[in-house]
């Protein structure tokens, strides 16, 4: 059986940039398709709301494999901890208010057409900011004094 090697940083540090900037045009492509040519709607629908939530989504991760590769394997601290869990509270606090309409708690019930309506705009901009919260606890702050 062969035996694989764990990653080096630098393999890391490049996959995570590689979720985040893959992450950064899916979440344009989706807030704003009319960068690209591709807007065939007056409103933000379902399909837009869920392609921007996908790339932040990818945001998230690459930059949680980035910052936590910087702690090198050894042991985080409580304020690292509670950064991953705001990045993930964030996340699902931008996918609940995003998808509100899609879940059935929105301003729009099911026979209307999903509106991304100012409330929703509220939630996930919250919810990003959960997100780099979370993401600026995670910095290893020790090493960057050397």
């Given amino acids: 059986m062969l035996a694989t090697q764990p990653l080096g940083?630098?393999?890391r540090i490049r996959i995570g940039l590689f979720f985040t900037f893959t992450g950064l045009f899916v979440f344009i492509l989706g807030a704003d398709p009319g960068l690209f040519g591709l807007d065939r709607s007056p409103v933000t629908g379902f399909v837009q709301i869920a392609v921007f939530l996908f790339g932040l989504g990818m945001i998230s991760i690459g930059g949680y494999l980035v910052l936590r590769t910087f702690w090198n394997g050894e042991p985080t601290t409580i304020r690292s901890d509670v950064g991953a869990r705001l990045i993930a509270t964030?996340?699902?606090?931008?996918v609940a208010s995003g998808m509100a309409d899609v879940f059935?708690?929105?301003s729009e019930s099911f026979p209307n057409v999903p509106?991304?309506?100012?409330?929703q705009q509220r939630g996930v901009l919250m919810g990003e900011v959960l997100i780099g919260v979370g993401l600026f606890l995670l910095i290893r702050w020790k090493n960057l004094k050397k």
């Fill in 9 to 11: 940083p630098k393999t």
């Fill in 90 to 94: 964030g996340y699902v606090v931008a």
């Fill in 104 to 106: 059935g708690f929105g």
């Fill in 115 to 119: 509106d991304f309506g100012v409330w």
